[in-house]
């Protein structure tokens, strides 16, 4: 069964600076998309970035970015230029290619942005 | 863009109660969605999966007859929580997939639903 770690249960970075938000999964499939949700306090499910596995190139969508290393099963998330409106729960997820497109969470990670 | 409504928002009732949760596609047809259950300061776990004019496809060890799914049309899919009880309580979120079979679809979700049943 495919399984997604998030190590991290909380995390604290300061405004405009970086900060690396990791997550871990494990499958045997070799097509799957991993995607990184954000949820704030309204928890609303939003979707900050994804990825397809068969691409080498790592996705980036503004500030956000991943860090994708398919034979160690890693996908981090680097914020940039953290902005308050970035506190909130991410959630890494990882779903198998294809037409079910089942969602399988993390645990999530609470990032916190200090002004 | 693709907007996915849940309603209502919030719910409190007694136990013994059943409970209706709506989810809606607003602009797109919705030939799967999802059911999720998070529990505070927890994960979204998957309850199950709606596919317009079919059964639903329970996850294990989610409670077919306690969990309704209906997903009479394509722009909504209803989960009715029946004889529901203090450990029901939870929050329930809805997310349709775009475009029933494509691949790189991604889920659209619904704001979700708080039920507290007293």
């Known amino acids: 069964a495919q399984t997604v770690t998030q190590s991290q249960p909380e995390m604290s970075v300061q405004e405009a600076e970086t900060v690396t938000l990791s997550c871990t999964y494990d499958?045997?499939?070799?097509?799957?998309?991993l995607f990184w949700y954000k949820q704030p306090p309204s928890r609303q499910m939003i979707l900050v970035i994804r990825?397809?596995?068969?691409?080498?190139q790592n996705a980036t969508e503004n500030r956000f970015s991943v860090n994708f290393q398919k034979a160690a099963k890693s996908f981090s998330l680097k914020i940039s230029d953290s902005q308050l409106g970035d506190a909130a729960m991410y959630f890494c997820?990882?779903?198998?290619?294809?037409?079910?497109?089942?969602?399988?969470f993390g645990t999530g990670t609470l990032l916190a942005v200090q002004p | 863009g693709a907007v996915v409504s849940q309603h209502p928002s919030r719910v409190i009732c007694k136990s013994g109660t059943s409970v209706k949760i709506e989810c809606r596609s607003l602009?797109?047809?919705?030939?799967?969605m999802f059911w999720y259950r998070q529990f505070p300061k927890q994960s979204l776990m998957l309850m199950a999966t709606?596919?317009?004019?079919?059964?639903?496809?329970?996850e294990q060890g989610v409670e077919k007859d306690k969990f309704l799914i209906n997903h009479a049309s394509l722009t909504l899919s209803t989960l009715t929580v029946t004889s529901a009880h203090p450990e029901d309580s939870s929050f329930y979120i809805c997310?349709?997939?775009?475009?029933?079979?494509?691949?790189?679809?991604?889920?659209?979700f619904g704001d979700g639903t708080r039920l507290s049943i007293l």
């Open positions: 997310s349709a997939l775009f475009g029933g079979l494509k691949r790189d679809q991604p889920q659209h």
């Open positions: 990825q397809e596995a068969y691409k080498q």
């Open positions: 499958t045997s499939e070799s097509d799957y998309y």
């Open positions: 709606s596919n317009e004019g079919s059964k639903a496809t329970y």
């Open positions: 602009d797109f047809q919705a030939t799967t």
């Open positions: 997820a990882y779903a198998r290619g294809g037409a079910t497109n089942k969602l399988i």
